[in-house]
Each structure stands twice: as structure tokens, then as C-alpha cells.
């Protein structure tokens, strides 16, 4: 009887993430995190990053099938990151060229660290800033507000983010290599 009347208890196994998952995050997590706080409110950007990685975890065998995993990756991650945010008031003639704008003119990546976090060739992105170009009336897609009253970084050629570490993140040290 005694056994009846004692709580169960049980561990939950830890859950072991396969190496290759492991470094893509380590190697990616700072260019998508400030994509994504590019796009959500402070209070939002880890509930937003966290649920995006877990869709990447969840479908990793199907991104290591493919020729282009770390375009995929991006592709899936950026779908869900815009499922839960809206696209900031940034004029482009593709989605891929609004990413690299956000990445390259709001986040500070360098054209390098955008190909590699969007897995498209440099010579991709560095054409699809090239191309781009401000909206007659930039003033107002600048200034443009989110619904929860925040303004989000102005956007103008030329300008970079910069962290402690650098562009996205990266030391200066692995940002030349």
C-alpha cells in the first residue's frame, strides 16, 4: 500500500540535439536574432527566435537532404518568424531582397555574413542591394510604427548595426575570415 501512496516521480530525458543542429545554431543565432528583433518588440524576440529554432529542429532531416540546407533553413525560419510579425514597411521586388536589405542596412551584416545566414552566394546578395532602392517617400517607410507602438530602426544606405562583437554579432576576428 505504501507504494500507492507515495508520488511518482520520473525524470524527463534530455532532449540531444544532433552536432550538426548544435553548430548551424551556435554559427547562426546572432544574424537571427537581430533579424528577428529586427521584427518583433523586445518582450517578443526569444518567445519568436525560440519557436523559429524549434521549427528548425523539427524539420532538421529535411534540411540536411538538401542541396541548399542553409537556404532552406533560412527560408523556413523566415516563414516562421513572419507568422508571428509583420514585414517592416521596406520596399523590395522579392522577399529575398527585402531579407538582405533587413540584414544588411538594419541588422549590419556584411554582404559575406548575409549569404551565408540566407545561403545564397554573396554575388546574389551583393545584386540584390545593388538594385534596391529607397521608396520615393523613405520619410515615411522610416518612421513607419509596429502595432505595439514601437518604431523600428531607420533604415538608409550605408547604415550599420553595431554590437559590442560587431556586425550580427560576429567578432571583428571571425567576421574577416
Known sequence: MTALSEA?????PGIVLPAALQAFHTLQEPAYRLYTEAHTAPAESSLVLGRAF??????????????????YAWDLFTTTVHASAKRLAVPAT????YEAVVLHHITG??????????????????????????SADSKESERTEREDGTIPRRITRGWRRMSDNGPCGVSPRSASS
Open 94 to 97: 522579392s522577399r529575398l531582397q
Open 54 to 71: 524549434g521549427e528548425l529542429a523539427a524539420h532538421w532531416s529535411q534540411i540536411m537532404l538538401r542541396t541548399d540546407p542553409a537556404a
Open 8 to 12: 511518482r516521480t520520473h525524470s524527463v
Open 109 to 134: 551584416c556584411t554582404i559575406h555574413r548575409a549569404s551565408e545566414t540566407t545561403g545564397r552566394p554573396p554575388e546574389k546578395i551583393r545584386h540584390l542591394l545593388r538594385t534596391w532602392p529607397p
